[in-house]
Structure formats: C-alpha cells, structure tokens
C-alpha cells in the first residue's frame, strides 16, 4: 500500500515514492507508456518533468492520456533546450515560452508544482527575481495554471533565502547523507558528487542544511526530494565514503526521516526500476534502517553524524514510549530559536502521546544510539523548552 504524505501547506498528499522522469528522455513513446502505467499501478502519485524537449514531453503526454489525473506534475519554469542543448534561462520571454510548451505538449491545462528551476546561485535567484520570472509563477498560481509554485536547489543557503521571503510553497531539494555532510555550499551538483568520494567530508551533519529542513517544516514548506542516491555513489562500495554501500530503502528512507520531506523522486527507465523503488514499501524496517551504514567511513574512520540525531529510531523500544526521534525533530526546530519556537513545533509536540518528561532516565536509548547522542539531556531540554 502507498504511503502519502500533505506536500507542506499545499493541501496536496504525495506518494513517499515519487518518479524521476530523467530516464524517459531520449527514449521511444512506449518507454513513458511503460513506466508512467508501471508508476501510477504502483500508487505513485508525483513525477517531474524537468526536460525541456518536444519529444519527451510529448511522449509523457500521450503516457498521461485520461488518467492526467493521477498522477500530479512538478514541471520547471526555466528549462529550456535552446540549441538544442539542455540549457538555463533566466529570460521572461523564453521561460513562458517553454512553459505553454510544457502545458502544450503534455495536454494538460495544470501543473500543480511549477519549479523555478536550478536555483543554485545568488545570481540565479536575483535574475529570477529581477526578470519577473517569480511574479510570473505567482500569477500562473493564480490563474490555476499551477497549483504551487516551488523550486529547485541544490544549495541550502538559496533554499533558504526562497523559503525566507516566501516565494516559494515547496521545494524539490537533494538530500543523502553525504551531501548533509557537506560544509561548504557547493553550487555545483558536480563538484557535490565528486565529494562523496572525499574523505574529507567532517563527520556531522551541516548545520546549514539540518537547519533549512527545520525551516521548513516550521513554515510548511514541503520537500521533494532528489539525488536521494549521491548519483548512485551511496551504493557502491566503492564509491561510497561510509563503511558499507547503503541500499535503495536505506537511501530513501534517510531522505524521508528528514523533517518536511513529502516524497523521494526515483528516476527509472522501466517498470522494473519502478518495482525497485517501491519495494520500500515492502521492507521491514531493519532493512530500511540506514544507521549502520552512515555510522561511520571507510579506513575505519568513526563518528559518521556523531552527537547529532538523525532522526533513525535505532534507539526504539523506549520503556516510557517515547518516540525519541519525533521528539529531537521538534526540539530541533525549537532550538532554531528558542524565543519564537514556531507554533507547528509546539503543536505537533503536544499531539505525542509521551513527552520529553516522560523519561524515566534509563538510559536504553543511549546503549543504542549508533550516534552518540545525548538523549537524556535532550529529553530535559525538550521538557523544558516545549513541555
Ligand atoms: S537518538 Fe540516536 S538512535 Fe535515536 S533517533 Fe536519534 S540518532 Fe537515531
Ligand atoms: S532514557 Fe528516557 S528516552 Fe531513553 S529509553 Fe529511557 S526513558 Fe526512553
């Protein structure tokens, strides 16, 4: 059965497993056919068509043809293919263009997730803010050309000024536990992938990113998430930078335990890749937990996230029923900042059944934690912060 998730505030629910449409580019009618009908028997519920060519937005339409319904399109608003290259425009003219094209060649009348695509840079928000390019996504949103405008990043410090001024309702966002590692904002996904083979990546969490997906679970902001698989590194042994290669449910579970995360988009080239990655779905979860395998790096190298919760629930059962990780995903959010602890933060605190100071400080959870954290004191500090 397919698990859904509410994307933010949009009022709309994805599946947890999403379609990446990446591997129906350059390929015939019949493969879209194939892994979009593979993909909707499957429950899946969201897919996004970042491609900006004639062929393969034609093929996806004619995929879609009279069940457009279900399945929900997250479509960029500057992906163009000029050239005849894949290719960035941060032009008005062209990205409208592209855009009716997208409508056009899905035969669709909606996109319910309009991305402003590839924000990476300063720059490049500037020159979307700067060209109308973000008032022309309201004013589709307003029209119901889309049902939400949102965006594509992969640079959290962009991210977060997109959600700070509030352009955006969603964001489609790369997350594995490599680049979570990463402390410098690399606003190039290459130079990203090439670091999950570094052995220099520090072992902790960045502040930067653990701290945008707190933002947004207090604003509503929904996550869609890419690169789940560091470009498929995380499953190799030899690519990985961790001791073990990780698996695919481990992958996405990791993405889905982060706070705000609605949906992981998997690209697949066949209805088997599209069984694959729903075969999470399936998996117990000792298959989906990915703690031993991000615990620590290859030569033996300790302290993968040490000290920092990442939200696994290796630490269960608690004698006192506390759900330890729901628990540190408030009280992160409320230490953003302690003096305006967002409402979501206390509400969705006071729903669990058993509380911070519930703990009766025996210590089990701490036995276990593959990360060192110190549940105990957070435990005190969410009594103290949140009640
Ligand atoms: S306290 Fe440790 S084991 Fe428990 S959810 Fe956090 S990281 Fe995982
Ligand atoms: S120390 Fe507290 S949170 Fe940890 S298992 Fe014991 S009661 Fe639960």
Do not use: W
């Amino acid at each position: 059965m397919m698990i859904k998730r509410p994307v933010g505030k949009t009022g709309m629910e994805a599946s947890v497993i999403g379609l990446g449409g990446e591997h129906l580019d350059n390929r015939p009618r019949e493969a879209a056919d194939e892994v979009i009908g593979a993909a909707i028997d499957s429950g899946i519920n969201i897919m996004d068509v970042f491609m900006p060519g004639r062929e393969v937005r034609e093929n996806i339409g004619a995929a879609l043809k009279g069940r457009r319904d279900k399945i929900m399109i997250q479509g960029a608003i500057g992906s163009v293919d000029l050239n005849e290259q894949y290719d960035i425009s941060r032009d008005l003219a062209v990205c409208k263009r592209y855009f009716e094209d997208l409508l056009r060649f899905l035969k669709t009348d909606y996109i319910d997730f309009g991305l402003l695509f590839y924000l990476d840079t300063q720059e490049a928000v500037n020159a979307v803010y700067d060209n109308g390019i973000a008032a022309y996504a309201a004013g589709l949103k307003k029209s119901g050309a889309i049902r939400a405008v949102g965006a594509s990043t992969h640079n959290p410090d962009m991210a977060k000024r997109l959600v700070e001024d509030g352009v955006v309702d969603m964001l489609m966002f790369s997350i594995n536990p490599a680049f979570d590692m990463m402390p410098d904002n690399r606003d190039d996904i290459g130079r990203m992938i090439d670091g999950i083979n570094s052995s220099a990546l520090p072992g902790r969490m960045d502040m930067k990113r653990a701290e945008l997906y707190r933002l947004c679970e207090s604003r509503g902001v929904g996550i869609t998430v890419m690169k789940s698989l560091g470009a498929g590194k995380l499953l190799s042994q030899d690519h990985t930078p961790f001791a073990r290669a990780m698996t695919v449910p481990q992958c996405v579970h990791y993405a889905l335990t982060r706070p705000a995360v609605a949906s992981v988009l998997v690209g697949c080239a066949s209805a088997g890749e599209v069984e694959e990655a729903v075969k999470y779905l399936r998996v117990s979860d000792a298959e989906r937990d990915y703690s031993a395998a991000v615990s620590s790096f290859k030569e033996n190298r300790p302290g993968g996230f040490k000290g920092s919760c990442v939200y696994c629930n290796h630490c269960r059962p608690c004698p006192a029923g506390i759900d330890i990780a729901a628990v540190h995903k408030y009280l992160d959010m409320a230490l953003l900042d302690e003096k305006n602890i967002p409402e979501e933060a206390v509400r969705k605190y006071g729903e669990l059944e058993a509380k911070g100071s519930d703990c009766i400080e025996c210590g089990n959870c701490e036995s276990r934690c593959p990360f060192s954290v110190s549940v105990i004191s957070d435990m005190r500090r969410a009594a103290s912060l949140l009640g």
